[in-house]
């Protein structure tokens, strides 16, 4: 996972996360206009990416079907929270299920 977005409150949490395993967020979209820019990390906030977006011409590569495309988390109102991987191939699964 290279890019997480997520509001300003959870930002030091994810980069302290990201330190432990490896540095493995690369971005970190806020959905807050200000937040606390952390080292190491390219922080912006979502409006920001919608202009920066906005300027380009993106050529998105196929995506590999076993590759992790999102990780939901639930909020653990019955037990702990945890997080439910999914793959390309899982959401368009989901995706044709409903047509």
Do not use: R, W
Not at 12 to 36: A, C, H, P, R
Not at 65 to 86: D, F, M, N, R
């Amino acid at each position: 996972m290279e890019i997480v977005f997520a509001n300003s409150s959870s930002i030091s949490t994810i980069t302290s996360i990201s330190n432990k395993i490896g540095k493995m967020i690369k971005t970190v979209i806020s959905f807050d206009d200000e937040f606390q820019k952390e080292e190491g990390i390219q922080m912006m906030n979502f409006k920001e990416l919608i202009v920066a977006g906005s300027k380009l011409q993106p050529q998105l590569p196929k995506p590999d079907l076993e590759c992790i495309a999102q990780i939901c988390y639930t909020s653990g109102t019955t037990q702990l929270p945890k997080g439910v991987v999914q793959t390309h191939k899982m959401m368009a699964t989901e995706i044709f299920a409903v047509q």
